[in-house]
């Protein structure tokens, strides 16, 4: 050990030790990474209810095609149209996933513009999702066609992908509908 000076004043002098500097642990420049903000392919069959809202994405069909909206969470729809909320996630191997319909068995996709649809499963990079922001009062997902995030509004749709508190954006699971 190597003796060095102690501190004076107050009435205690004395010396400390420290170990050579040859055997103290090396000094790195290197930063702290960064906290992880996305996450793993979530699994499971769940409604999805957004942190803005409070309602759920729903498939609805309404005889004009397969929309997807966000509605009253268990609601039945109305004048003949249906709102079906159960969806599968389906992990692929790269941290992405799917969201399938449970009623339909048709996946979530962008619709070519903001709007979000659902169409026959095909493994495309627009049925393909990852998690960009997972807190405790939600996920963010983003999708790998458009890179825009599953977003609620009159109807859901995708659009720039916002900071992790922006709760349009966020999804949360919830028991299956």
Same mark, same amino acid.
């Given at each position: 050990?190597?003796?060095?000076?102690?501190?004076?004043?107050?009435?205690?002098?004395?010396?400390? /030790?420290?170990?050579?500097?040859?055997?103290?642990?090396?000094?790195?420049?290197?930063?702290?990474?960064?906290?992880?903000?996305?996450? !793993?392919?979530?699994?499971?069959?769940?409604? +999805?209810? $957004?942190?803005?809202?409070?309602?759920? +994405?729903?498939?609805? $069909?309404?005889?004009?095609?397969?929309?997807?909206?966000?509605?009253?969470?268990?609601? /039945?729809?109305?004048?003949?149209?249906?709102?079906?909320?159960?969806? /599968?996630?389906?992990?692929?191997?790269?941290?992405?996933?799917?969201?399938?319909?449970?009623?339909?068995?048709?996946? +979530?996709?962008?619709?070519?513009? /903001?709007?979000?649809?659902?169409?026959?499963? $095909?493994?495309?990079?627009?049925? !393909?999702?990852?998690?960009?922001?997972?807190?405790?009062?939600?996920?963010?997902?983003?999708?790998?066609?458009?890179?825009?995030?599953?977003?609620?509004?009159?109807?859901?749709?995708?659009?720039?992908?916002?900071?992790?508190?922006?709760?349009?954006?966020?999804?949360? $699971?919830?028991?299956?509908?």
């Amino acid at each position: 050990s190597v003796p060095t000076a102690g501190g004076g004043g107050g009435g205690g002098g004395g010396s400390t /030790t420290r170990p050579p500097a040859a055997t103290r642990p090396p000094r790195t420049t290197k930063p702290a990474p960064p906290p992880a903000t996305g996450g !793993s392919a979530p699994s499971g069959t769940y409604s +999805l209810e $957004n942190g803005s809202t409070g309602n759920c +994405l729903a498939e609805y $069909n309404a005889g004009f095609g397969d929309l997807v909206t966000s509605a009253a969470c268990g609601s /039945t729809g109305s004048g003949g149209s249906t709102y079906w909320f159960s969806w /599968t996630y389906s992990p692929g191997a790269d941290g992405s996933f799917r969201l399938k319909n449970r009623h339909s068995g048709r996946c +979530l996709q962008p619709a070519g513009n /903001t709007a979000v649809t659902t169409a026959s499963c $095909n493994g495309s990079s627009a049925q !393909s999702w990852k998690v960009v922001s997972s807190t405790s009062a939600g996920r963010m997902f983003k999708n790998a066609s458009d890179g825009r995030c599953l977003t609620a509004g009159s109807f859901a749709m995708t659009y720039t992908c916002g900071s992790s508190g922006q709760s349009e954006q966020v999804w949360r $699971n919830i028991s299956a509908r």
